[in-house]
């Protein structure tokens, strides 16, 4: 009698609408947990740049739009090996890698064992540090050692110099990989050239360095031993010369711009020149322009710091400026000569100014006035304070850039993003690079955070939201339901 009344409290067990219930929510679950894990199946196949949010105060593992637009045009294969093992693999790196990878199918990245492979000898005979990076394609290849992309800002150079410990403060990461890229898929690779000879200024290391990661190789030219200027010279820089040229180097530079040259000019306040310089001023009125004997004093306080001289020019729309003026950054402009455009140039040219100085600014002759007000003598402004100059000829149309001072790419002042990337964009603009033209700033360490929620990240939490927590309720129930039955 008692197996049967077992066996029909087993049956009406079974049958009770608690146990269709709680089997109809076993079922649920088990159906959630394995929607769960094919979803998650599914966000792993997901490009990076879909699952990857940048919430860094400096947007450090973002891509500007400039280096988008190199690397989505890419159509030759690239392989980006990146030297490095598992336990010193800088993250912020392989993860802007992978942005690259995302953007353009071309683009693949290999990791390799520095002290395994042997990838780096086939490229280089240099010893490279972990976490370097080695671009190849079928068109040539590029080394990018990791120093480079570390680096110390001026005020950590400066702790260091007073002996303290201090660790790189800059990211530059995005700009050596785009320019990487560019350099290994470009078929142009743009050479100019600076003349040497009168006492010309110096670019500082910054700007070298700038102009060497834009893939535009520098040399120098002295034109009283060369005579003419080369050929393959894509843009001739004349950056201030303290003494005149002689008249056969004029004679060379003109011919060259009336051959469809490009030419980059910069001219000093004549108290640093070292006597009148009447040939580089004929060079100048060619171009259209003319200089005075001032230099320029800025009257409104919003456009110079810290001093009357130290000019914070307006910028004017062109294609060298337009990208300053959306990144909305200063160019800061010291020691102005007085700078117009002549009423009789010709009518081949076209003239158009890219900076320029408020009605409140004033031009002074006399070096030996210190004040910052107006004076009788002085001329009024504003003054247009750099030149975009295209002269259209039988050929190709000739460019040049015209700066009233030399002193914005001194050390001190190449530094400052909007002084670099105006000098960047002319030359690239008279490389006939006009598509390279934009903004690609060093990032700052110092105030990244660690706000970035990466592939990893988003692939856990999407884990415990959708799989784990959904497994741990229904264990829960089980639990519960088990106990209640023993009751």
């Given at each position: 009698?008692r197996?049967?009344?077992n066996k029909?409290s087993?049956?009406?067990?079974l049958?009770?609408?608690s146990?269709?219930?709680?089997?109809?929510?076993?079922?649920v679950?088990?159906v959630?947990?394995v929607i769960?894990?094919?979803?998650?199946l599914?966000?792993?196949?997901i490009p990076g740049?879909?699952?990857?949010?940048?919430?860094s105060?400096?947007?450090l593992?973002?891509?500007?739009?400039?280096s988008k637009?190199?690397?989505?045009?890419?159509d030759?294969?690239?392989?980006?090996?990146?030297?490095?093992?598992?336990?010193h693999?800088?993250?912020?790196?392989?993860?802007?890698?992978?942005?690259?990878?995302?953007?353009?199918?071309?683009?693949?990245?290999?990791?390799?064992?520095?002290?395994?492979?042997?990838i780096?000898?086939?490229y280089?005979?240099d010893?490279?540090?972990?976490?370097?990076?080695?671009?190849?394609?079928?068109?040539?290849?590029?080394?990018?050692?990791?120093?480079?992309?570390?680096?110390?800002?001026q005020?950590?150079?400066?702790y260091?110099?007073?002996?303290?410990?201090?660790?790189p403060?800059?990211?530059?990461?995005?700009?050596?990989?785009?320019?990487?890229l560019?350099?290994?898929?470009?078929?142009?690779?743009?050479?100019?050239y600076?003349?040497?000879?009168h006492g010309?200024?110096?670019?500082?290391?910054?700007?070298?360095?700038?102009?060497?990661?834009?893939n535009?190789?520098?040399?120098e030219?002295?034109?009283?031993k060369?005579?003419?200027?080369?050929?393959?010279?894509?843009?001739?820089?004349i950056?201030a010369p303290?003494?005149?040229?002689?008249p056969?180097e004029?004679?060379?530079i003109?011919?060259?711009?009336e051959?469809?040259?490009?030419?980059?000019?910069?001219?000093?306040?004549?108290?640093?020149?070292?006597?009148?310089?009447?040939n580089?001023d004929?060079?100048?009125s060619?171009?259209?322009?003319?200089?005075?004997?001032?230099?320029?004093?800025?009257?409104?306080s919003?456009?110079?710091?810290?001093?009357?001289?130290?000019?914070?020019p307006?910028?004017?729309a062109?294609t060298?400026t337009?990208?300053i003026?959306?990144?909305k950054?200063?160019v800061?402009?010291?020691y102005?000569?007085?700078?117009?455009?002549?009423?009789?140039?010709r009518g081949?040219?076209?003239?158009?100014?890219?900076?320029?100085?408020?009605?409140?600014?004033?031009?002074?002759?006399?070096?030996?006035n210190?004040s910052?007000?107006?004076?009788p003598?002085d001329?009024?402004?504003?003054?247009?304070?750099?030149?975009?100059?295209t002269?259209?000829?039988?050929g190709d149309?000739?460019?040049?850039?015209?700066?009233?001072?030399?002193?914005?790419?001194d050390?001190?002042?190449?530094?400052?993003?909007?002084?670099?990337?105006?000098?960047?964009?002319s030359?690239?603009?008279?490389?006939?690079?006009?598509?390279n033209?934009s903004?690609?700033?060093?990032?700052s360490?110092?105030d990244?955070?660690?706000?970035?929620?990466?592939?990893?990240?988003?692939?856990?939490?999407?884990?415990?939201?959708?799989?784990?927590?959904p497994?741990?309720v229904?264990?829960?129930?089980?639990?519960?339901?088990?106990?209640?039955?023993?009751?």
């Amino acid at each position: 009698m008692r197996k049967k009344t077992n066996k029909r409290s087993l049956r009406q067990l079974l049958a009770s609408r608690s146990v269709r219930a709680g089997s109809y929510s076993l079922a649920v679950c088990a159906v959630g947990v394995v929607i769960a894990v094919f979803v998650n199946l599914i966000i792993g196949t997901i490009p990076g740049k879909y699952t990857e949010f940048d919430i860094s105060s400096n947007s450090l593992y973002s891509l500007s739009e400039y280096s988008k637009q190199i690397a989505e045009r890419i159509d030759t294969d690239v392989t980006v090996y990146h030297l490095t093992t598992t336990a010193h693999e800088d993250a912020r790196l392989s993860n802007l890698l992978g942005r690259y990878a995302d953007l353009n199918s071309h683009i693949r990245v290999e990791t390799r064992d520095p002290q395994v492979s042997q990838i780096a000898s086939k490229y280089t005979t240099d010893e490279l540090t972990e976490n370097s990076l080695i671009f190849v394609s079928d068109k040539r290849s590029k080394v990018v050692d990791y120093s480079s992309i570390l680096s110390y800002s001026q005020q950590a150079q400066m702790y260091a110099m007073y002996g303290q410990s201090v660790d790189p403060d800059e990211f530059n990461g995005e700009r050596e990989i785009t320019s990487a890229l560019s350099f290994v898929t470009t078929d142009v690779l743009p050479k100019v050239y600076a003349l040497t000879g009168h006492g010309e200024y110096e670019l500082a290391s910054v700007v070298q360095t700038a102009v060497a990661a834009e893939n535009i190789e520098l040399g120098e030219l002295d034109l009283a031993k060369e005579k003419k200027v080369p050929q393959d010279c894509a843009c001739l820089i004349i950056l201030a010369p303290t003494g005149d040229l002689a008249p056969q180097e004029l004679s060379a530079i003109k011919t060259y711009w009336e051959n469809g040259g490009e030419l980059m000019l910069a001219t000093l306040i004549p108290s640093e020149l070292k006597g009148k310089t009447p040939n580089y001023d004929s060079l100048l009125s060619e171009l259209g322009l003319q200089v005075g004997d001032g230099f320029v004093i800025e009257g409104d306080s919003t456009m110079f710091y810290p001093y009357p001289n130290y000019l914070i020019p307006k910028l004017q729309a062109h294609t060298i400026t337009d990208p300053i003026i959306e990144s909305k950054v200063h160019v800061y402009f010291p020691y102005v000569r007085e700078m117009t455009a002549s009423d009789k140039h010709r009518g081949t040219l076209e003239i158009t100014p890219l900076m320029s100085t408020s009605d409140a600014s004033f031009a002074r002759s006399d070096m030996e006035n210190p004040s910052g007000e107006k004076a009788p003598g002085d001329t009024d402004g504003p003054f247009d304070v750099a030149y975009a100059v295209t002269e259209s000829l039988d050929g190709d149309p000739a460019n040049a850039v015209v700066f009233a001072t030399p002193i914005f790419l001194d050390e001190g002042f190449a530094s400052y993003s909007g002084n670099i990337n105006l000098f960047l964009n002319s030359l690239k603009w008279m490389c006939d690079l006009e598509e390279n033209i934009s903004v690609v700033e060093t990032k700052s360490l110092s105030d990244s955070g660690s706000l970035e929620v990466d592939n990893n990240a988003f692939m856990l939490w999407g884990s415990i939201l959708t799989a784990v927590i959904p497994a741990a309720v229904l264990i829960t129930g089980i639990v519960i339901y088990v106990k209640r039955k023993k009751r």
